[in-house]
């Protein structure tokens, strides 16, 4: 478990061996941790004399001691051994210090010790994802550190990262990702990188940690940082994971086969009785609805004839039986999909080199057929110091990413070739492949089952097949991500130093799209698609350092330029009319249908500083300011200045704690500065005009208009007050208050409908986000042979908008913006229950003069959903989430598991909505919830009268499908065996460890099926679900 | 020697850190789209702009079944009774179908016409608003910016039509009509009066049709002076201005003829017939694929929709015509199309219809009929016969040319009075099937919904097959994203 954790001590621990002079005996031996690993640069030092030196690899020392000496061993992190020398060997075995605040964490242009911290910095290291059985990066936050809010991951295999939202949501309608930087390089997405090569991830929250990134950093910062080689260490690790895929959430519960046909048969007779004009007698309507209710679903999975299925009673002909197979389209759907994961990497230091390499190979396969991701992946990273007053390095990484994407994307949500959709929606009666009139399987020429294409009711995608069009199209991207990074540091005058960093991201992107001639939106021609996007970043910074030690005061000063310029590159191609067999390339398509390209710039130029001073290791302070030019404003408006300042104080260094055993460690730190927003809209200041369709002749049509009241940052104004505790040498951890407001939110401001312009920007309107973040970790038992610790953390949030344009609010789909609500405060028609008397919807109703309103139970209510009153109903957000880790240790076994839990908000069910429908979409499935539909005058229940005609008004959006969002997962089990020392010894190995581990293995939500999570506004789309990961592993190091 | 090194090292830094860049190098601009300056910079560049709107009539907007304004005359089609839906499977158009979707404010469909209007609109109030300092040829200018007014008549008259009761003709409107839109506000305007809704189409034609004279356009997608009159002469009729009517619309037609029957039969799918006025056309790789009129009203493509749902036509309206009549040789009764060859997975459904061809089976595109010839030969004919100011006999004399060519056993007709005027609106009616006139006749003339008796299912109709004349239900709600964002709007309709 530890052994990463000191490797990475091991490299800023800085001893000076000293001549032994006195005129003793040697006295030797090993100096390892409780894990018996051997100790590498561990200190030992004679009590009361100058005299010590340090173990080497093997944590062998050997000193010269008098018999009645005493030997201090010392390392950072571990609690101090002091030893007897009477014997002449002499073995100590180090315990973690689990408060030792010595760790150097990651932080904006370089690295810093923990305790002189004056920011709200999360370090999450390699050791707490290592042996996870994830693919992307971003899964590794969750949970993990306080002041993360993370939408759910895709099963997807490859899909894009994980949604992060650090601290609330600083924008309403921009990019509130945070920027992640990779080795320095801003902007980089996560999904081609190998995990295994990942050391730490660094999550930078307030603005003490982040005001150095500027116009990019208001979101939050996270900083992923490679492996590096280990001074005096040398080892070849291999690491080998297979796993199994399955779905990681349940269904929503839906009708059966046999309850289907009659519900559909009751929305075609109540519409009749109820809506229709003219209205029909009620034997009139049961015999109709009998003769209708085929034609309505238009397919017959019964041995029963079409105009027999449902009785004039409404109920099943009692002689139905089903002779129709393959009806649950999930089966042919889903599937258990295979990961297997192996990667070797070789680190090796020297005293003025250090070398990390691996590669790494990794095939995941969906549980949803024919999506899968394979990479291969390789990194070297070595640094190396051919001069005292000169050090160099370089960090070459490629991967080489393949991917097949099943039609599930949030771009799908609506697509009939959507699988999860299909599988969610299609009713109960509609088989995968086509049958013969007694239900067996019509097959081809060749033997095989012909997929259906069959006429279904409209709910049920009539003359396609989710299946097969999954099956035989294509939706694949095959990435190709080449990174280098090179930087040169020159010490000079004593105090100085001058690095220069240069890093280039390049990352191709080629996107085969295919559509079969057989079923589906590529029938009867067959098409094809190719889209290249080129990316690359290059990011050039200078910085000029100067550190100097005056009497008790440390001060660092930083001084920097940087050059960032992004270009994509687009080329888009879409041909149809399909040639040959079992090729989608576009040389074997015939017409072009379409063909584009284009190319985006984004180029930020920058001065930064930074100070840092702390008087006495006590007593912390530090200041940062960057300026920011960017390409996404006018030339007028496009400087933005950002700066913060922060402090600490130890307390517990102070003479009045210094002796307090209950306290270890106490800080307090307080920070406060601006960052900045660039927006999501590389050209937003321009008035535009879309080179559309042209026919032969140019053409072009309003796009964009210039923003009518200008146009630059967003602002975010952010304080952040903490206090750090060590107590009881059991329990440690941070209680943080923070209170960011984002001022000159950009706004994509509806303008009339009529004006004929969709919207246009405008910086208007302020919002807060304040909450407090709690982050505690309990030792709640260490014993020589068990240990348990426990982590756990909270974070709630406030947001709230302050200030909107004239006051004006601004109503966005579910939401609406206003002063004095949060920006995810659902705006929806009031419910208020059904009718007793016939079942309609009732809605409280907004203008109570109209004709359709009524009074009932003293509320005046109208079914008629264009006059139901419009009303907040809460918010999305929760009032607290986090996660909690347990991680426990006996003898070499470890057990760790990881819950993310979310109390409050609430979500907008829209797939419960479309599942209750009245019967206008005959074919969709109906959740088990319509069995307690209103059926007759007198019955009490919330579920309104099926009726074809009354879609509109009975399933209109409204607080009647909103559920409370809570939920509580279980992102992660691993369990863990460590060879014990005496064993890897004789096998040869230094480190031999088995696991086993499982991701996403349960959900707790209000309903079954939905995932609460999948978004921060509380909408759902079909996207394909989170998969349950079930895998073994083995990491052997020699 | 170490620290001479360094100062060099040092000054060529600070040379670096100086002078890596310059701020002049953040000027970035898009590769796929101008500047909204370039647009009215010379008069060949309001060219591109005009275009655009040319182009935009088929562009999609928020959904496949929002193809321009080939999907708006679907919907029209759907909301009338001789536009019949074969099959339930496929949902695109059927809540109109159903008339339920210009009910629902929240509805994409009903904001969708309101939308797709305002967009040309605008793009339109740009090259008149902003174009008096543009230098260029006078002429073309001239010629553009009167192709703009015709589309902001346009769009402002099929706005009211849709989203406004209807006009009474004779009466004083002082119903709430649209918003009168002549320049961007971020404010918003409020809704004029039906009767000056009407008053701007008007003038905003006048202006457009002495501007246009003179113009000889490229091809059939630009307006000329005869579209803007043919539009004028729907306006009017409309407007239930019968004599004005009449003579417009003979003036538009001036110097375009009638089609063949063998062309009558090939298709209506080639902008540069000769009967057609104004129409657009769509080349290989602008395809709007799914949201193409012909994805929808085509006998040939194969999509869902056509597959499970072809068009067929209402067995009350077309039966009684003779079977010499060309335009009911395009339907057949057993839904078979035999020279056409469908797949075997198309649904054979009685008295589909197959006026209407894409290019081909998997390419969905074709040539939209915005304005034909024969549609002034009807208003003529129309406005003639319920006109007091003509007789009976010159009602049908104009009509004869049209129906003549249509079916060349046709005589003169005898018809008097109401008999003349039926006839002349069922000619109306099978000549412009699937070109969206219906349920704008249908409002236009205080006319009931009545789709009983004919080939309707009750089932895809949902049992929708009356509607009375002239109740709320004729006028689309204003849609709740205006109502949302328009702080002038005003009211709801009923």
Same mark, same amino acid.
């Given at each position: 478990m530890s052994k990463n954790k000191l490797s990475l001590l091991i490299v800023m621990l800085i001893t000076s061996c000293q001549c032994l002079l006195a005129q003793t005996r040697q006295v030797n031996g090993i100096v390892t941790d409780t894990n018996g690993d051997p100790l590498a640069g561990a200190t030992v030092q004679v009590e009361g004399t100058s005299t010590g030196t340090a173990t080497n690899a093997d944590g062998a020392f050997s000193i010269q001691a008098e018999p009645s000496d005493i030997l201090v061993f010392s390392f950072v992190g571990m609690k101090t051994v002091k030893v007897n020398a009477s014997s002449s060997v002499v073995n100590a075995v180090l315990e973690l210090d689990?408060?030792?605040?010595?760790e150097v964490v990651v932080v904006a242009y370089g690295t810093q010790r923990e305790e002189a911290l004056t920011g709200a910095v999360n370090t999450i290291k390699a050791e707490e994802f290592?042996?996870?059985?994830?693919?992307?990066?971003? #899964?590794?936050?969750?949970?993990?550190?306080?002041?993360l809010q993370m939408s759910s991951a895709t099963? =997807?295999?490859?899909?894009?990262d994980q949604s992060v939202r650090i601290r609330?949501?600083?924008?309403?309608?921009?990019?509130s990702e945070p920027l992640y930087v990779v080795d320095g390089i801003?902007?980089?997405?996560?999904?081609?990188?190998?995990?295994?090569?990942?050391e730490t991830i660094t999550v930078l929250k307030d603005a003490s940690a982040?005001?150095?990134?500027?116009?990019?950093a208001t979101n939050g910062v996270i900083l992923i940082t490679t492996k590096t080689g280990k001074k005096g260490k040398k080892s070849f690790t291999v690491n080998a994971n297979t796993g199994f895929v399955q779905r990681g959430i349940q269904e929503y519960e839906r009708v059966g086969v046999n309850e289907y046909y009659p519900i559909q048969w009751e929305s075609i007779r109540n519409s009749l009785i109820?809506?229709?004009?003219?209205i029909q007698t009620i034997e009139e309507a049961n015999q109709n609805a009998t003769n209708q209710v085929f034609g309505t679903l238009?397919?017959?999975?019964?041995?029963?004839?079409n105009n027999q299925i449902v009785g004039t009673d409404g109920?099943?002909?009692?002689?139905a039986e089903v002779?129709?197979?393959?009806?649950?389209w999930r089966d042919a759907i889903e599937r258990t999909g295979l990961r297997q994961q192996f990667d070797i990497s070789y680190v090796e230091g020297f005293d003025q080199s250090d070398l990390y390499t691996s590669f790494g190979y990794l095939k995941e396969e969906g549980y949803v057929s024919n999506s899968f991701l394979e990479r291969f992946s390789a990194r070297t990273n070595m640094n190396f110091s051919p001069k005292s007053w000169f050090k160099s390095g370089f960090n070459l990484s490629g991967s080489l990413t393949d991917s097949n994407f099943a039609s599930a994307q949030s771009s799908n949500?609506?697509?009939? #070739?959507n699988p999860i959709r299909a599988g969610r929606f299609?009713?109960?009666?509609?088989?995968v492949y086509k049958l013969d009139e007694n239900g067996n399987y019509q097959l081809s020429s060749t033997g095989e089952r012909i997929f259906s294409d069959d006429n279904r009711g409209?709910?049920?995608?009539?003359?396609?097949n989710a299946v097969a069009e999954n099956l035989w199209n294509k939706d694949g991207d095959r990435i190709m991500n080449i990174s280098g990074r090179t930087y040169g540091t020159i010490s000079f005058l004593k105090d100085f130093s001058f690095t220069t960093n240069v890093g280039l991201d390049y990352r191709n992107i080629n996107n085969t799209s295919y559509d079969n001639p057989?079923?589906?939106?590529?029938?009867?021609g067959g098409r094809a698609g190719r889209t290249i996007t080129n990316s690359s970043r290059f990011n050039i910074n200078n910085l000029l350092t100067y550190e100097k030690e005056i009497k008790e005061i440390n001060l660092t000063a930083l001084v920097g330029h940087e050059y960032y310029h992004r270009n994509l590159t687009v080329v888009d191609g879409f041909k149809n009319?399909?040639?040959?067999?079992d090729n989608n390339n576009l040389?074997?398509?015939?017409?072009?249908s379409r063909l584009i390209g284009y190319e985006d710039n984004h180029k930020i130029n920058s001065y930064l500083s930074r100070l840092n001073l702390d008087y006495q290791d006590k007593y912390f302070f530090s200041t940062s300011a960057r300026l920011d030019y960017s390409s996404k404003f006018s030339p007028q408006e496009r400087d933005g200045f950002f700066w913060s300042i922060g402090s600490g104080w130890?307390?517990?260094?102070e003479d009045f704690l210094?002796?307090?055993?209950?306290?270890?460690f106490l800080k307090l730190r307080a920070s406060m500065g601006t960052t900045g927003n660039d927006g999501s809209?590389?050209?937003?200041?321009q008035g535009l005009y879309d080179l559309n369709f042209n026919a032969d002749e140019p053409g072009a049509t309003i796009s964009t208009i210039p923003p009518p009241f200008g146009y630059t940052w967003e602002t975010n104004f952010q304080k952040d007050i903490a206090i750090e505790f060590a107590l009881l040498n059991r329990i440690n951890g941070t209680i943080e208050y923070y209170n960011r407001k984002t001022e000159d939110l950009i706004f994509e401001v509806p303008a009339p409908v009529s004006s004929g312009i969709p919207e246009y920007l405008q910086n208007i309107g302020d919002m807060y986000n304040r909450g407090f973040e709690l982050d505690l970790g309990v030792e709640v038992m260490k014993k020589a042979n068990l240990s348990w610790n426990v982590n756990m953390n909270a974070t709630t949030v406030k947001n709230e908008i302050t200030r909107m344009p004239d006051g004006n609010p601004i109503i966005n789909g579910t939401k609406r913006w206003a002063?004095? =609500?949060?920006?995810?405060e659902f705006w929806m028609r009031s419910w208020y229950g059904v009718?007793?008397?016939?079942g309609d919807a009732l809605y409280n109703a907004d203008?109570?003069?109209?004709?359709?309103v009524f009074e009932l139970n003293g509320e005046m209510v109208t079914t008629n959903q264009n006059n139901a009153r419009f009303e907040?109903?809460?918010?999305?957000?929760?009032?607290v989430y986090g996660g909690l880790r347990n991680n426990v240790n006996y003898k070499n076994f470890s057990l760790d598991f990881l819950l993310a839990y979310s109390i409050g908000g609430k979500v907008f069910d829209r797939h419960y909505r479309d599942l209750m429908?009245?019967?206008?979409?005959?074919?969709r499935a109906w959740h088990k919830?319509?069995? #307690?539909?209103?059926?007759?005058?007198g019955d009490i229940t919330d579920v309104p009268r099926l009726d074809v005609l009354q879609e509109p008004s009975f399933t209109a959006?409204?607080?009647?499908f909103l559920v409370d969002a809570s939920y509580m997962s279980i992102r992660n089990v691993t369990l863990g065996y460590d060879l014990p020392s005496s064993l890897t010894d004789k096998i040869g190995v230094s480190n031999f460890r088995g696991f086993m581990s499982g991701e996403n293995l349960g959900l707790f939500s209000?309903?079954?099926?939905?995932?609460?999570?999948?978004g921060f506004a509380g909408t759902v789309a079909n996207i394909y679900p989170v998969a349950s990961v079930y895998s073994l592993g083995l990491n052997v190091s020699f | 020697m170490k620290i001479k090194f360094y100062h060099i090292v040092m000054t060529l830094s600070l040379v670096v850190l100086l002078?890596?860049?310059?701020?002049?190098?953040?000027?970035t601009f898009p590769t796929d789209q101008i500047s909204d300056q370039t647009v009215t910079e010379s008069v060949s560049n309001m060219m591109i702009a005009l275009n655009g709107i040319h182009r935009f009539m088929y562009r999609r907007l928020?959904?496949?079944?929002?193809?321009?304004y080939g999907g708006i005359m679907l919907i029209n089609e759907a909301m009338g009774e001789d536009y019949v839906f074969?099959?339930?499977?496929?949902?695109?158009?059927r809540s109109e179908y159903r008339w339920i979707s210009h009910r629902n404010a929240t509805s994409s469909v009903n904001r969708y016409p309101y939308k797709f209007f305002s967009i040309i609109n605008v793009n339109a109030n740009v090259l008149i608003n902003e174009t008096q300092d543009t230098p260029g040829d006078p002429d073309l200018k001239r010629h553009i910016i009167g192709q703009a007014k015709v589309y902001r008549a346009f769009a402002h008259f099929n706005m009211v039509q849709l989203y406004a009761s209807r006009y009474i003709p004779?009466?004083?409107?002082?119903q709430p009509g649209i918003p009168i839109v002549e320049s961007f506000s971020t404010s918003g305007y409020p809704r004029a009066t039906v009767e000056e809704v009407y008053d701007f189409i008007n003038a905003e034609l006048d202006e457009a049709i002495e501007m246009l004279d003179g113009y000889n356009r490229a091809n059939n997608s630009h307006i000329n002076k005869s579209v803007a009159l043919g539009l004028k002469a729907r306006v009017l009729l409309t407007q239930g201005r019968w004599n004005e009517a009449a003579s417009t619309a003979i003036e538009a037609r001036s110097g375009f003829s009638l089609m063949s029957n063998d062309e009558y039969k090939?298709?209506?799918?080639?902008?540069?017939?000769?009967?057609?006025?104004w129409g657009c056309t769509i080349v290989d790789d602008q395809t709007a694929f799914f949201a193409?009129?012909?994805?929808?009203?085509?006998?040939?493509?194969?999509?869902t929709n056509i597959r499970t749902n072809p068009k067929a036509v209402n067995v009350l309206m077309y039966?009684?015509?003779?079977?010499?009549d060309v335009r009911k040789q395009l339907i057949d009764p057993t839904g078979?199309?035999?020279?056409?060859?469908?797949?075997?997975n198309f649904n054979r459904r009685p008295h589909?219809?197959?006026?209407f061809l894409a290019v081909n089976t998997s390419d969905s595109r074709m040539d939209v009929p915005?304005?034909?010839?024969a549609e002034m030969y009807l208003i003529e004919a129309e406005a003639k016969a319920r006109s007091?100011?003509?007789?009976d006999n010159d009602a049908a004399q104009a009509l004869l040319p049209l129906a003549q060519n249509r079916?060349?056993?046709?005589?003169?007709?005898?018809n008097t009075g109401n008999d003349l005027v039926e006839e002349i609106m069922n000619q109306r009616r099978l000549e412009l099937w699937?070109?969206?006139f219906r349920f704008l006749d249908l409002k236009r003339l205080n006319l009931p919904l009545d789709r009983t008796?004919?080939?309707?299912?009750a089932s895809v109709s949902s049992n929708v097959f009356e509607k009375a004349a002239g109740?709320?239900?004729w006028t689309w709600l204003i849609p709740q994203d205006e109502l949302n964002s328009?702080?002038?709007?005003?009211e709801q309709n009923p």
């Open positions: 689990s408060y030792a605040f010595e290592s042996s996870r059985p994830f693919t992307n990066v971003s #899964n590794a936050l969750e949970g993990s550190s306080p002041g099963g =997807q295999p490859g899909a894009s609330g949501f600083s924008s309403v309608t921009q990019n801003p902007g980089v997405s996560l999904n081609t990188i190998n995990m295994m090569d990942v982040t005001a150095l990134y500027g116009s990019r109820y809506s229709a004009n003219p238009e397919y017959n999975p019964f041995n029963v004839p109920l099943l002909n009692p002689n002779i129709a197979r393959d009806l649950d949500n609506n697509s009939i #070739n299609f009713g109960p009666i509609y088989p409209p709910g049920a995608s009539s003359g396609r057989l079923i589906g939106d590529g029938a009867p009319g399909q040639v040959a067999d040389s074997n398509f015939v017409n072009i130890v307390i517990s260094k210094s002796d307090n055993n209950t306290i270890d809209e590389f050209y937003g200041w002063e004095g =609500q949060s920006r995810y009718n007793p008397d016939n203008d109570v003069t109209s004709s359709d907040y109903q809460g918010t999305s957000i929760p009032d429908h009245t019967g206008n979409s005959g074919g919830d319509i069995l #307690n539909r209103w059926q007759e005058p959006t409204s607080s009647r209000e309903r079954q099926g939905l995932d609460p999570q999948q | 002078f890596t860049s310059c701020n002049d190098d953040l000027d928020d959904s496949q079944g929002q193809g321009g074969t099959g339930n499977s496929n949902r695109w158009y004779g009466a004083f409107n002082s090939s298709g209506f799918n080639d902008y540069s017939n000769e009967e057609w006025m193409n009129f012909g994805a929808y009203i085509s006998r040939n493509f194969n999509s039966q009684p015509f003779p079977d010499s078979e199309h035999v020279d056409l060859n469908l797949p075997s589909t219809s197959q006026k915005y304005m034909r010839a007091t100011s003509f007789s079916d060349m056993n046709y005589v003169l007709s005898s699937g070109e969206g008796g004919a080939n309707h299912s109740t709320n239900e328009n702080p002038l709007i005003g």
